[in-house]
């Protein structure tokens, strides 16, 4: 199995910080027609990082066209999507946010859902999409370890270009997150430079469709340390976690985990993100929208604006660049 190597230095794009907020983009419609060819582009140049969300979700049509089918087979699903008002994207979609937002590269994430055929069409779509965009998505199809065959999956699905897996909800899908089998995806994502993007939700306040399932910040804590060469990715600002890098023992196990800011305006005061990049330095901070749930320009207008100028360049691109795209960080 081959290791994820790095991407041409050519693969970057410069373009400048996104204009001021405008409020009509946030009822578009995600199932958007093809925006036609990407443009040429430039010349990375490692003093300017590219702006790169690196939390989004895509669904090819034919899932979406399935939706009360999936909701009756899938529980999760059916929390997080039975309502028709809960939004589905596909990558044209995506491609039309990023455009209006200023935004260069994605991170497109999976769904878990439990059936192994409904896992295998999202990812033969997330994999799709990234070759039709070369260097500018990069998939994260999900898995579910309590299926057989899910190590077949993993490795097919890095040969053909899979940066990692995600968004992964072991507890949504029946498996153990820190079992045999997690700790094999663990070894797995260390000696291929896999990233594992790990949904993490806070442990206390207000219940929302889809917060449980995931893994714990005690659970991924305790992974982490076990397995220190695996890059991982706590989503939602890792549910808290990043409070507890000020005792030393947590700080020294989980030197391996990345945390991303999806969702982060739903949950959190203003000012949040900046407390956790002074928690866990500006280089373990990744924006991400959770793009369609919120608009990705809205969100990167909000960390901009929050965040501390030395700190923009790493987290709302740079960082990125680096985990997923194989791009010298500058």
């Not at 500018?136 to 370890?145: F, S």
């Not at 804590?221 to 947590?250: D, I, K, S, T």
């Not at 949950?267 to 959770?290: C, K, N, Q, W």
Request: aromatic fraction near 8%.
């Amino acid at each position: 199995m081959r290791a994820i190597g790095h991407a041409p230095n050519d693969a970057g794009i410069l373009r400048p910080r996104p204009p001021a907020v405008n409020r009509s983009f946030e009822n578009v419609e995600y199932f958007a027609p093809n925006p036609g060819p990407l443009p040429p582009r430039p010349c990375y140049h490692a003093a300017v990082a590219p702006r790169i969300d690196a939390h989004t979700h895509l669904f090819p049509p034919a899932q979406a066209a399935r939706r009360e089918a999936l909701a009756d087979a899938d529980p999760t699903f059916a929390e997080m999507y039975r309502d028709p008002r809960a939004k589905l994207a596909d990558a044209p979609a995506l491609r039309a946010a990023m455009a209006r937002a200023g935004i260069d590269r994605a991170v497109i994430a999976g769904f878990a859902f439990r059936d192994a055929r409904c896992l295998a069409e999202q990812a033969e779509y997330l994999l799709a999409a990234a070759a039709e965009a070369p260097g500018v998505l990069a998939p994260l199809p999900c898995l579910n370890l309590a299926l057989p065959g899910w190590e077949a999956d993993a490795a097919r699905w890095l040969e053909r270009g899979a940066r990692g897996f995600g968004e992964l909800r072991p507890h949504n899908q029946g498996w153990d997150p820190l079992g045999p089998d997690a700790l094999r995806l663990a070894h797995l994502a260390a000696e291929t430079g896999a990233v594992l993007l790990w949904h993490v939700s806070e442990p206390v306040g207000h219940a929302y469709p889809g917060k449980r399932g995931g893994i714990s910040p005690a659970e991924l804590c305790e992974l982490a340390a076990r397995v220190p060469g695996a890059r991982m990715v706590a989503a939602h600002l890792g549910g808290g976690l990043p409070f507890y890098l000020q005792m030393p023992e947590v700080r020294q196990a989980i030197g391996n985990i990345y945390f991303d800011t999806a969702a982060a305006s739903l949950l959190y005061d203003e000012g949040t993100v900046a407390r956790v990049v002074a928690l866990a330095g500006p280089g373990r901070v990744l924006f991400g929208s959770d793009f369609p749930l919120l608009a990705p320009r809205r969100q990167l207008e909000r960390i901009i604006a929050e965040l501390p100028p030395d700190a923009v360049a790493g987290v709302c691109g740079g960082n990125a660049a680096s985990l997923f795209f194989g791009l010298p960080h500058p």
